[in-house]
C-alpha cells in the first residue's frame, strides 16, 4: 500500500523485489530528499510476509547510480534522446519497407514490467506486423509453458504458494529452491516444522543446498526425468492408485499415455535413472499413498532438450491421481525471473499473440486486432531465441533492440551470439547499466529506468500480480522502457496506438483486452481491473489471477471444478518420450556439464556483482568437480582448469574459452562437474560457461539445453597465481596486460583481483608502475615463495598484491581493514608483507552474509558445543536475518558435530526407530 506520495516528506513505500519469481513485497524508507534509507520485507505481503533473502536484503547496497546508463549514446557518443529515437525508428522503418517486418526483431526479458511488455508486444505484432519478439523467458521456463499448454489448453498454473506448506508430500525436481528461490524455500522450513509428517523428496543429479531438507534425495542421471515419471505413472495403474473417475469425468488420451509407459518397469527405470531400485519404490509408493501431492519443478526440468515432455510427465501423474485444483497438490512451474508470468500474460514469446491468445487462431488474431484497432496483426511464429540469433547471423534480420537482458551471458553459443551482433545492420540495447557484454555491441544504447525509479506490475509464480512503485526520480535522462518504446512507435508513425500517458493507462488497456470477446473462455481475466482509477492502480494490492465478477479478490488456484481450457473441456494426457540430452559425451569430451545459480548473486550480475557482501559468499566462479574425477585428473582445490567443447573446437574461437577454479565437491555425481552461470567478460578473463552449450534446444518450446554440456578438463598450469587488492576499479582490458586469468569482485573498501600468469612478480609490479602513476611508496618482500607488495596513493594504502607458486587464501575482512583512509602501523605492514593477518581475521569463507560470520568462526563454535542451527544464531547471530545461509549451517554441523555428539544424535534416532 502507497503510504505516502512521492517527493513531499519521508515515506514509506511499497514495492516488489526485483530478482527471482517468488515476487516478495519490499517495504522501503524514502527522504523527502529522494534517498532510500532503509529497507525490509513487506509483512502483509503474501508472497513472503515480511521475510527477504540475502539479495532482496541487500537491495540497497546495489541502487546506486554509479554504472548506470544515463545518457542516450549513438556509436559510444552522448547524444539527445530525439536523436536517438529518430535513429532507431528511421533505421526500422527503412528495413521493414526493404526487406519487410521479418528484418527487424526485439529480444526482451523477463526484468521488464508488465507496461513495458505489453507495448512491446503490441508494437511488434500489431503495428510492425511481425512476431519476432522473444525474451530470456525463453530460456527460463518455456517448456512449462508448452506442457500446460498442451495439457491444460492454457498456459495457467494451476497452484499457489500455500499449497506448498499444505502438501503432504512435496517433490521438488530440478530445483534447487533453497539457493534460487529462497524465500519459499524458508516457507517449505517451516511448514516440514509446524508438521513433521510432510515428506519433502528431492530429485537432482547433485546433493544441494535444497536436499538438506529432503526426507530422501533421488540423484538421477541428469535428463532421466521423463522415464521416471513415465515409470511413476506405469506403478500408480499396476499399484491401482489411479483416480480413475477423475480420469473419466475431466481428462483424454489417457489410455496412449498408459500403454505408452507401461514399458517403464521398476528395473528400467532404475537403470535409466542411475539410481536404487528399493528408492525408486519408495518413491513410488509415497506418491501413490499420499492424498496432497505437489511436484514443483524449475530450470533442472526445463532447461532441457526434451523439457516439454519433462513436465507433462509430471503433469500426466497428477492429472492420472486427480492431484490437481485441490489444497496442496499440483504441478507446479517455478519460475525464474521476476515477471517472467507477466511477459507470458502479455505475449511476450514469439508464438504466443497476447493476453494468453493463440497465434495460430484466426479468431484469436481478429480479437486482437480488432481490441488494438491496429493496422496488422501477426499471422505466423516468429522466431524463438535460438532461431532468432541464427537469423540475425545469416542477414535475414537485420535490426535487433534488446532490452533489458544480456544474451551474450545468458544465450547458449557465446560466440554465435557474437558474431550475430557484429554482424547485425542495427543493434539497439535499452538497459539500465552502461555496461555490460552485450552492450559492446550495441550501435544504440538508450538509458532506462532501475529497479527503484520503475513502475508498473509484475506477476509472481503464482499469477499474483503486485505493484513495483517508482520509489525515486529517474537517474540521468533515463526513461521508462514502455516510454522509450511508445516514443519509438510514434516516431514510426503509430501515435493512435501508443498514446499512453502512464503505466497505469497501460495497465487499464491490457486489462481489458483479457476481457475482450473472452466469456470465460480464456483463463486470463483481468476484467475487474480493467476500469481501475489511477488513484486505484497506485493502491492496488497484491492479487492473483483471474480478478473478475466471479472472483473479484483474485484466484488462489486454478481447475477446482475439473474444468479445463482446452476445446472438450478436459485435460489432456500427452504422451512423453524419453531422450537422451543432444549434448553427448564422448572419450574426447567425456564430462557433463550442468550449470546454475549460486545464493548470493542474479543473473549476469550487472546489479548484485555490485554489492562486496553479496560478492563475499562466493567471490569467483569455480567448478565442483567429484574427489575421484579431481584425483585422476591430479586437481586439487583452487587449481585452475580449462574447459573445452566440441563445437568450440571446430571453428576459429579461442581454445579453451574457460577457465575455472577447482572446488572439490562429494555432492557431484562422479563424471558430471557443475559451474555457476553469473560471470562474464565485464567482470572475468575466462568464466562465461554459455561458451561451451551448443544451440540444442527443445523441439517444441525452443528452450535451450543449459544443464547438459559434454565437456573437457584440462589443469591449467601458469607459473604464478595470487591476489590483487586494489582501490580504485581496474578495467578488464588493463588487467588482461597483466594477467593470463582473471576475475574481479567488489570489496567493502576497494577491489580484489584473483589472477594467474606466467609473469615474474617483478615484471607485474613493473606494469602495474607504469599504468598506475599515481600510486608511491612500492613496497616489496619475498620469502618462501611468497611474493608480497604494497604502494599507497595519497598516504593511503591502495595497493596490496600476494603472488605465489602456491594457492593463497586471504581474508577479506583483513584486507579490507587495511585499505581504509586510516594510516596503517608498522606491525600492519609488517604482518601484511608476510601475509600474516591478526588473530580477529581468520574467519575463513563467509557463510553469513547478514552478520559476516565466516565458516572457521562457525566450525570454533561447533567444537565448542553448538549443536544446532538455532543454537549457533543464537550464539553468533548467523543464519537470524535472513535465514539463507541456513542450509548452510546445517551442512558445516553435519560435517564438523563432534564425533560423540553425532553418534548420541544417532543413537537416539535408531531408539525413536524401535520405539
Ligand atoms: Fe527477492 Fe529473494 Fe524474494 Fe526472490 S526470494 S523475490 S530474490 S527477496
Known sequence: MLKSNLGTRASLLNTTCPYCGVGCGVEVQTTADNKLTDLKGSSDHPANFGRLCVKGNKLLETNSVSGRLLNPMIAGEKTSWDDAIAKVATKFKQLIDDHGPDSVAFYVSGQLLTEDYYVANKLMKGYIGSANIDTNSRLCMSSAVAAYTRAFGADAVPCCYEDLEQAELLILVGSNAAWTHPVLFQRIERAKRLNPDMQVITIDPRTTATSELADFHLKIKPGTDVALFNGLLAHLDSDKALNTAYISSHTQGFEQVIDHCQSWTLTKVAKQCDIGELELLNFYRLFAQTDKVVTAYSMGVNQSSSGTDKANSIINTHLATGKIGREGCGPFSLTGQPNA???????????????????????????????????????????????LFDNINTGKVKAVWVMATNPMVSMPNRQKIADALKKCELVVVSDCVAKNDTLDYAHIALPATGWSEKDGTVTNSERRISRQRGLLPAAGEAKHDWKIICDVAKAMGFASGFNFESSSEIFAEYAGLTQFENNGSRDLDLSALSELTDTQYNRLKPVQWPVNKAAPYGTKRLFTDGKFYTQSGKAQFVVTEFNAPQQHTNSDFPFVLNTGRIRDQWHTMTRTGKSSELNSHVSRPYLAIHPEDANNLGLKVDDLVSLNAAHILTKDA???PVCLAVSIDNNQRQGEVFAPIHWSASNASSANVTHLFTDANDKISGQPELKHAAVSLQKAKFEYSGQLFIQQNLNVELLKKFFDYFVTSPLENGHLVYFATDQQPANIKQSLQLELPLYDEWITASSSGLNSTCAMRQGRMSLIMFVSTKHLTVDLGWINSLLTNESITPEQLHGLLNQQPDQRFKQGKLVCSCFKVGENTIVDAINAGCDSVDDLGRTLQCGTNCGSCKTELSQLLKQHKPKKLQQASQHIIALEAVS
Open 341 to 387: 508470468m507477466g511477459g507470458r500474460e502479455v505475449g511476450g514469446l514469439a508464438n504466443m499473440l497476447a493476453c494468453h491468445m493463440n497465434i495460430d487462431n484466426p479468431e484469436h488474431r481478429q480479437t486482437v486486432q480488432t481490441y488494438w484497432q491496429s493496422p496488422t496483426i501477426a499471422a505466423k511464429p516468429g522466431f524463438k531465441a535460438v532461431d
Open 654 to 656: 579461442p581454445a579453451a
